[in-house]
């Protein structure tokens, strides 16, 4: 076949490829899909067929757009999922998005994988292959939270969440140094009623960022409680000792 009537893999141009992104995302996913070889011009399926190459890897969110181009050329458009935090799982780590897909660990290194809050507490193993939900709302509840925390993970020195209750009341708590933890309550999306959002929660931590508590007020902090001192300002209570 001649060149100007098939379209090779040099031939077709990748973009959006986030930064985290470190394997050869376009190779992988055309050679999956048995496209390396070339695809003919005049294939009628030929933009669904390469949407679909690029659908299947693990990284990729969504395809956004697929444009052909003369002479043989293509240039397609992808979101990226991005990891959000590890799960802790026997023998070491496993990276999902806020959603709770796992996403390939090639990727990572135990330097990079350290960059990003542990969800403990996962005794499941992924339903499915790299790419597809992990399938235990353990793992989504906690990957919901890690984005919800966002940046206040670094700057509290937060690095785990973990469930606590039972009864089939699932409460999450941020562990720091010790002895910092805090209390977070349910997983966003999922208060209890009565319970404060997620965004008053978020803004309690911020305000204990402003002000970070003395060392022996940090073994139990409850942000889903809300106090005020004699002086007008908000306090995060502590949860009393049993």
Do not use: N
């Not at 925390?149 to 700057?155: D, H, M, T």
């Amino acid at each position: 076949m001649h060149h100007d009537v098939v379209l090779m893999p040099e031939a077709v141009e990748l973009r959006g490829v986030a930064s985290w992104v470190r394997c050869d995302l376009k190779t992988e996913a055309l050679r999956a899909a048995s496209l390396d070889g070339g695809l003919p011009l005049d294939d009628p399926e030929l933009s669904r067929r390469l949407a679909r190459a690029f659908e299947m890897h693990p990284w990729v969110k969504l395809v956004v757009d697929v444009s052909l181009r003369h002479p043989a050329a293509a240039t397609v458009e992808v979101l990226c999922r991005e990891p959000v935090a590890m799960v802790g799982v026997k023998g070491g780590l496993l990276a999902v998005d806020a959603e709770g897909v796992v996403l390939p660990s090639a990727d990572f290194t135990a330097e990079s994988a350290s960059l990003y809050p542990r969800i403990a507490g996962v005794e499941s193993s992924p339903q499915g292959p790299e790419g597809s939900a992990w399938g235990d709302p353990i793992v989504e509840e906690g990957a919901a939270l890690a984005l919800a925390v966002g940046p206040e993970w670094k700057q509290l020195g937060l690095t785990e969440c973990r469930p606590v209750g039972k009864y089939g009341l699932r409460r999450w708590e941020l562990v720091g140094p010790p002895p910092l933890t805090i209390l977070f309550g349910s997983a966003p999306g999922r208060e209890q009623p009565g319970e404060p959002s997620a965004a008053t929660k978020i803004a309690r931590l911020r305000a204990l960022e402003a002000d970070p508590p003395a060392a022996d007020e940090q073994s139990l902090l409850d942000l889903t409680q809300e106090t005020v001192d004699a002086a007008g300002g908000t306090v995060i209570p502590s949860i009393p000792s049993p």
